[in-house]
């Protein structure tokens, strides 16, 4: 056969050599994409831990957690946004030194809920929601009432399937475990004081 190309390898030869090639991308490539999802799993886990200390640091100034939406005497839907709830944090005082953005919630809102809670275009950034939220008139508030002083906080990233699976449920319960597969649903969850619970809003 003839020989081809400077180095004088044959078409049989170099096509060997790309389908060697392709083989050992196709065998790396879904190893690495495991890797970055692991490695953002870990980064969440670490910005939620910052955060949470955040939040206690807030609740030591100010003798009371961040306040939810639901924590007020009244409904102002405004307050679901979770950018803005973040922003407690940064100021007047920057507990953190600014807005910390989930690495795993990239796509736009998928329902009228979602939007309110993340409004706009991506990046967004964690969840923050509590329990001990003033009487309401409504079903969709199972929380123990406590005058608007939460009794307990959860932080949420959406995790590597990108939806908030919790929300599903009307609160902060599916969590993300990897042995269910790298990119199985579930959120990536961090609980304050009271554990986990079924009934944050």
Avoid: W
């Avoid at 910005?47 to 306040?67: G, H, Q």
Wanted: net charge neutral; charged share 15%.
């Amino acid at each position: 056969m003839k020989r081809i190309g400077p180095l004088g390898f044959t078409l049989i030869e170099l096509l060997i050599v790309v389908a060697i090639i392709a083989v050992l991308a196709a065998i790396a490539l879904p190893n690495f994409l495991e890797a970055q999802t692991r490695s953002k799993v870990a980064r969440a886990h670490a910005d939620l831990k910052s955060l949470a200390t955040a939040v206690e640091a807030y609740a030591v100034d100010y003798n009371v957690y961040p306040l939810d939406a639901d924590d007020y005497p009244t409904i102002d839907f405004s307050r679901y946004n979770q950018a803005r709830q973040m922003s407690l944090l940064t100021t007047p005082i920057a507990y953190v030194s600014g807005a910390i953005y989930d690495p795993f919630h990239l796509r736009n809102p998928s329902s009228p809920a979602m939007a309110m809670l993340f409004p706009g275009p991506p990046p967004y950034t964690y969840a923050y929601l509590t329990t001990g939220c003033y009487k309401k008139p409504y079903p969709q508030y199972p929380q123990p009432e406590n005058n608007g002083r939460p009794q307990e906080f959860g932080l949420v990233s959406v995790g590597p399937n990108g939806d908030f699976d919790s929300a599903a449920n009307q609160g902060i319960d599916d969590t993300y475990d990897p042995t269910n597969g790298t990119n199985s649903r579930g959120d990536i969850i961090r609980y304050g004081p009271g554990g986990p619970s079924k009934r944050f809003q």
